[in-house]
């Protein structure tokens, strides 16, 4: 059944995105006397993280959680030194906005900052209670995208030798030999797979119990979008797959991932999965996503919530088919 895809620019929101973030301020990162002008100003604001976690406000049950922000004078109280703050940008006062990551042995080894780290909450976590607003979430997911990669690439990789953050923590650079490093953002496709009539939602091996998600995958060396779309589906779900369509994309920070949302016509629909990773696929009608949605689907399925590309996608479908 020929597929009728829905314009991109009628393409459903989600929460997590850049747009929703700040002023970057990348043309300063290099420069010294701003950046310390910013790192030692009233008006600047630091979010601590440890073990790639998150400090925050939050009352017992958690029902109200913020992002708890500390102030030069603060982080200077705690005995960590600005100068390995992260520049996350400026906000609308043009304020400077910074992350410090700490692993929790170093934050135990300052004074008061297990203190200043309570409660540490997992984004992940923070995302599917929808406890934060879109442009924390954003800013959050920024800063937890880089403290992550930080993390991995303390050692340079060609000679083995310490590496050290510069540009205010958006390169680093060897101690010996000089080679440099760059944050990473890894692209993944992330599809919706229709036949025209339905759609193909997947449970992995690490999902929660019930829990559907459309299909996703890293794009390989030499791969384009499209390439890689039709390699991921053939493999995990024995469909082939014909004309492939750009929607829309998102940094999705775990740990430092674009996905690149798109609409994939089926040509086939026999399943045949690949089940080290999928436990299950299944086709569901636009009427049951509706349901799966709204909460209230028979088998008590449910799906992503509106942080996520792959709650737009899937309400796309919902909102294109059956209606
Ligand atoms: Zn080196």
Redesign the pocket.
């Given at each position: 059944m020929p597929v009728d895809f829905p314009d991109a620019k009628d393409f459903p929101q989600f929460s997590i995105r850049s747009e929703h973030a700040l002023d970057r301020m990348a043309e300063k990162r290099g420069d010294r006397g701003w950046l310390e002008e910013r790192l030692a100003a009233g008006g600047s604001r630091f979010l601590l993280l440890a073990n790639l976690s998150l400090a925050v406000n939050s009352n017992a049950d958690r029902s109200e959680t913020s992002l708890r922000w500390h102030s030069a004078g603060e982080i200077g109280k705690l005995g960590l030194d600005r100068t390995r703050a992260i520049l996350l940008g400026c906000d609308a006062g043009g304020h400077g906005v910074f992350a410090v990551s700490l692993s929790e042995a170093e934050a135990s080894s300052v004074p008061g900052g297990m203190d200043a780290l309570k409660p540490l909450v997992d984004l992940r976590s923070l995302a599917l209670q929808g406890a934060l607003s879109s442009q924390d979430l954003s800013v959050a997911g920024m800063a937890r995208a880089l403290a992550a990669w930080h993390d991995v690439t303390r050692w340079?990789?060609?000679?083995?030798?310490e590496?050290r953050p510069r540009d205010a923590g958006w390169r680093r650079e060897?101690?010996?030999?000089?080679?440099e490093f760059f944050p990473r953002a890894d692209p993944a496709a992330i599809v919706l797979i229709t036949d025209g009539t339905r759609c193909l939602l997947g449970h992995h091996k690490r999902y929660a119990h019930k829990f559907y998600s459309t299909l996703a995958g890293f794009v390989e060396p030499g791969e384009d979008i499209e390439a890689c779309v039709r390699r991921e589906m053939r493999e995990e779900t024995g469909i082939t797959v014909g004309e492939v369509t750009y929607m829309a994309s998102q940094p999705w920070p775990f740990p430092h991932l674009l996905m690149v949302g798109c609409w994939a016509q089926a040509l086939t629909t026999k399943l045949t999965l690949e089940e080290d990773e999928l436990h299950d696929a299944r086709w569901f009608t636009a009427e049951e996503v509706r349901r799966m949605m709204a909460g209230n689907h028979a088998d008590g399925i449910t799906v992503p919530g509106p942080h996520s590309i792959a709650y737009a996608l899937i309400k796309s479908f919902a909102d294109r088919c059956g209606a």
């Open positions: 340079c990789g060609r000679c083995g030798a590496t060897c101690t010996a030999c000089e080679q």
